[in-house]
Structures are given as structure tokens and as C-alpha cells.
């Protein structure tokens, strides 16, 4: 099945109107979230689709709204939803962000070999803090998700700005030896004669890209 299986029923939901799902691409790590430098294999069988649709699921029975999953899988354009087979990405995370009463929150998991792994992973941490909401009259769903609060980074408005990976001519999910060795090699083209007319917004740009890389796969 390519699209997830409760899509239907999250669409009719109330909380629902007016705030679809959205499945960006490519991934969207939070800046300042660490990275796993081990990953683990994943020893379930369930598909990507099937651990979206379960992950989307425990979001609308939070009543989350705002939803963006990201990751480094192309989804599907004539519907939400991912395809059944896929080219398995170099970088294999993916990042949650929703809004609970009005508070942003990001969770974001690579530990596991496969996107499926990491997103089925991000499902279940959701199903558990919602359940213990329900259980104990101790805590609340924010409490449960304070951690995961989405931090404010103020960063210049520029609606022309490209991507890191486009300005270092690199795949998204590029390791980042390669972004780095991209990064020297686009900086001495600067400083070369060749580009002798270029100002150093040119060198400004590659040093905000670089510094973007790097947060994202620390």
C-alpha cells in the first residue's frame, strides 16, 4: 500500500482541518541536535509507509498540528505518502516538528540503519509519551515532550538564500568529509584570479553554508 493506511480517518479528524500533514524533502535536521555516529540495524520488517502512517497517527491523537516529517526519501507527489521501494539515502534520519497548544517542538532520530527504522522509532517514543500522559495525572503531554521543545535560532530573512547543499554543489545527504572537501575546493576557486571580480558575499555565502552543513551533521 503506498499511502499510509489511516489517511483517510487522520484527514477527517477535527484538529485535522486545515492543518494537513506535510512530508518535506530532503531531510530537515534541527540545528544543534546531535548525530549518531553508530547506527543500529533494524530488526522490523515494517515499511517505510506503514511506520509513517503510525507516526501519524500518535500526532493526531495528540492533537498535534503544524506536522512536518522529513527525510531523505522523495515522497510521493500525487498524494502523501512515500513509495514502496526507494534508493536507501547516505543519511538516513529524520526530523518530526509539530506544535503542541501553540509550542513547537522537533524530534529528530538516526540511530538506525534505515529511514523506516528511525521513523517507526519517532512513532513509538510518541505512542509511549502520550500513554503516560493518560496514565498518570502526574505529567501532561508537555511535560513529556519538554525536552523536544523546537529552539528559536533569529536568522536573517533572505527568501532568495539557497540551500547549504546547493551552494556546495552536494547531495543533501552528503557525508560530511565529502561537504567539507567541497567546501576547500569552492573556497580556493574564490581566492583563485579566476574569480578575481567576485566580492566576498561569494566567500560569505560558502561560509554560511559550511557552518549550516556542519550543524546539521554534528
Given at each position: 500500500m503506498l499511502v499510509v493506511q489511516h489517511w483517510q480517518e487522520v484527514k477527517q479528524m477535527p484538529n485535522m482541518i486545515g492543518t494537513t500533514p506535510?512530508?518535506?524533502?530532503?531531510?530537515l535536521w534541527a540545528m544543534g541536535r546531535p548525530r549518531s555516529q553508530h547506527k543500529e540495524p533494524v530488526?522490523?520488517?515494517v515499511s517505510l509507509a506503514?511506520?509513517?502512517?503510525?507516526?501519524l497517527y500518535e500526532l493526531q491523537l495528540l492533537d498535534a498540528t503544524d506536522?512536518?516529517?522529513?527525510c531523505n526519501v522523495e515522497p510521493l507527489k500525487q498524494f502523501p505518502g512515500y513509495p514502496e521501494r526507494y534508493e536507501t539515502p547516505l543519511d538516513p534520519g529524520v526530523a518530526v516538528s509539530f506544535n503542541l497548544n501553540a509550542v513547537p517542538y522537533t524530534i529528530t532520530c538516526d540511530a538506525f540503519?534505515?529511514?523506516?527504522g528511525n521513523m517507526r522509532d519517532i512513532g513509538q517514543l510518541l505512542r509511549e509519551k502520550r500513554m503516560?500522559?493518560?496514565l498518570h495525572r502526574c505529567t501532561s503531554p508537555d511535560r513529556e515532550f519538554a525536552g523536544y521543545r523546537m529552539a528559536t535560532v533569529p536568522v536573517a530573512a533572505s527568501p532568495r538564500r539557497k540551500p547549504w547543499w546547493k551552494v556546495l554543489y552536494v547531495a543533501p545527504d552528503a557525508p560530511l568529509a565529502v561537504v567539507e572537501a567541497a567546501y576547500k575546493s569552492?573556497?580556493?576557486l574564490v581566492h583563485s584570479d579566476l574569480t578575481h571580480n567576485l566580492t566576498d558575499d561569494a566567500m560569505a555565502e560558502l561560509n554560511r553554508a559550511i557552518a549550516e552543513a556542519r550543524l546539521m551533521k554534528l
Open positions: 506535510k512530508l518535506a524533502y530532503p531531510l530488526r522490523s520488517q506503514r511506520a509513517t502512517d503510525d507516526l506536522i512536518v516529517i522529513s540503519e534505515s529511514v523506516q503516560l500522559s493518560q569552492l573556497a580556493r
